[in-house]
């Protein structure tokens, strides 16, 4: 298949981790970010991501299985150890955002600037996964 026969991808839609502790995961995510949930079961919480991606915790080995639904199949998977995801911010709010971390106590582990003159913020959520805050002037794309 050539390249301009390939329908085009607008972005990631969901980004999934898989935790322990599905309440302290939501809890974090809403706390911190004040993402709102859009649905929330035993076996997972989708988090709303500015109006335009979804997060989703799913319960560690919930979804090892698969799940039907009235709606149809949906297949296994799973994942182990600490993930990685960024969220986009404003360069005008990096300083901001680090306040907030701060505050809340929660460790900031890295801060670097990239030569296309974006930052990133990492650090960790009480799951361990690397959450980063990025700003534009990271990749071509961003």
């Known amino acids: 298949m ?17 935790v322990d502790d599905l309440s302290r995961a939501s809890e974090f995510y809403r706390e911190v970010f004040g993402f709102s949930a859009l649905v929330e079961t035993s076996r ?6 500015g109006g335009l991606s979804v997060l989703l915790l799913f319960q560690r080995g919930t979804t090892v299985t698969g799940l039907e639904t009235d709606s149809g199949w949906i297949p296994p998977h799973d994942g182990r150890g600490p993930a990685h995801f960024a969220l986009a911010i404003e360069r005008d709010d990096v300083e901001t955002w680090k306040a907030h971390l701060e505050k809340r106590a929660i460790a900031i582990e890295s ?20 959450v980063e805050l990025v700003t534009r002037g990271t990749w071509a794309t961003f």
Do not use: M, Q
């Open 111 to 130: 801060v670097v600037t990239w030569e296309r003159g974006g930052t990133s913020i990492y650090f960790r959520d009480p799951e361990g996964h690397s």
């Open 44 to 49: 997972l919480c989708a988090l709303n991501v």
């Open 2 to 18: 050539e390249k301009n026969e390939i329908p085009e991808i607008t972005r990631v839609l969901e980004t999934a981790l898989y």
